[in-house]
């Protein structure tokens, strides 16, 4: 059904196209491309923190609104709605959903980090040990589900 | 020993965009950037363009993007650098030539924050003078050392994509005088500092705390007055 097949190539774009100009646009502020005069701002833990809060923010907006395209298929019947579904049970689709996974994750995880700042402002003074605890809450959380995600679909590739 | 340079010039009388030069001069590990800045200044390159005036981190008129990051000119030895040096002028602001930048949105935010005493206008001569505990100083101490370098403001990566915003410096000059116990403008700098450019628009990088040359915790105190602005409406 090409509706169907619009659909998911609408969610496909914005997943993966947004992810990545944003990464662009982050970088290019940061001037870490090599055509750019200077080199990149040596911030610190604090620094990419904020980079990669924006970029999975951007990220996950940005599959949210391709998600609520392929649910609203679900108005037009039940034919449709399971075909642009379909695309979330292709093997090689697994490796988005892991980063979009990835992405809810950090993105909450940190998100809370920096609401313990706005609301214990002295815990500011120990911003590094919160981040590198963030980042391993990140890891306990993320490694296992992307384990099992990728191992499943290693299994119905034609690989598995 | 030989100290390289990477100097980002730009002059706009005849540079369509700004380009490194190298340099090479000769300087003991225990001088300063901005020794050997003016090495290539009066013996290499009369051209070059820079501010200093004390060269001991008290005026705050040199800072500089030095090896990706913002410090003092004055205040950062040779020995401490990893060669060969790269400087840029800080960034955010508009670059008149060399390392030179239009300072004046960074002291428009400063102003915006009204950083003096505001009094009761009854008591502008009061008959003793204004009596604060030791306690009470010690509420704003960090936030007195700053010397408006725009170290902090120019490191701040919401800075960099919008001038509007007031910045870090002026925010921590707003908490010199939000906490001062004398003082009864608060209720007026909260107001602004609660709005669009205010202080709701720093994102904790840390980029500014880090940046400070004068060890002041830059974030904690932003922080202090998001959560007093934010408390006050309750």
């Not at chain 1, 395209?69 to 689709?93: C, R």
């Not at chain 2, 604060?132 to 050392?145: I, M």
Request: glycine share 6%.
């Amino acid at each position: 059904m090409l509706a169907a097949k619009l659909i998911e190539g609408l969610v496909f774009v914005l997943t993966v196209g947004s992810g990545l100009v944003a990464t662009l646009l982050l970088v290019d502020l940061l001037r870490v491309g090599k055509g750019r005069q200077g080199v990149a701002y040596k911030g610190g833990i604090g620094q990419w923190s904020w980079v990669a809060h924006r970029v999975t923010g951007i990220l996950v907006v940005a599959f949210l609104f391709g998600h609520i395209v392929d649910t609203f298929g679900v108005g037009f019947g039940p034919e449709l709605y399971d075909e642009t579904i379909s695309l979330y049970q292709q093997w090689w689709f697994k490796p988005f959903e892991v980063a979009l996974v990835a992405a809810v994750v950090y993105h909450a995880f940190n998100g809370l980090r920096i609401i313990l700042f706005d609301f214990w402002p002295h815990l500011a003074l120990k911003q590094k040990l919160f981040a590198k605890i963030q980042l391993a809450a990140f890891a306990i959380a993320f490694l296992p589900a992307a384990f099992f995600m990728l191992r499943s679909a290693l299994e119905e590739s034609p690989l598995g | 020993m030989n100290v390289d340079l990477n100097l980002l010039r730009y002059n706009p009388e005849f540079d369509s965009r700004p380009h490194f030069e190298s340099y090479r001069v000769q300087a003991d590990p225990m001088e300063r950037l901005l020794d050997c800045l003016h090495k290539v200044k009066w013996e290499l390159d009369s051209s070059l363009a820079l501010r200093f005036s004390c060269a001991h981190g008290v005026c705050g008129s040199d800072a500089m993007v030095v090896n990706g990051v913002n410090v003092l000119a004055c205040k950062v030895l040779i020995k401490d650098l990893k060669q060969p040096i790269t400087v840029e002028p800080i960034r955010g602001l508009s670059v008149l030539k060399d390392f030179i930048v239009d300072m004046e949105p960074f002291f428009a935010g400063y102003k915006a924050v009204k950083p003096w005493l505001i009094v009761d206008e009854s008591e502008h001569e009061p008959a003793r003078e204004r009596i604060q505990s030791q306690e009470e100083r010690d509420r704003f101490e960090d936030t007195t050392k700053c010397i408006l370098c725009a170290a902090c403001t120019t490191a701040c990566p919401i800075f960099w994509s919008d001038e509007e915003y007031v910045g870090p410096a002026a925010i921590v000059n707003a908490h010199r005088f939000i906490f001062d116990s004398r003082d009864t403008g608060g209720d007026e700098r909260l107001e602004i500092l609660s709005q669009r450019d205010g202080a709701y628009k720093c994102r904790t990088a840390f980029n500014c705390t880090e940046a400070c040359p004068r060890g002041i915790k830059v974030t904690k105190a932003i922080q202090e007055v998001k959560r007093v602005a934010l408390y006050r409406s309750f």
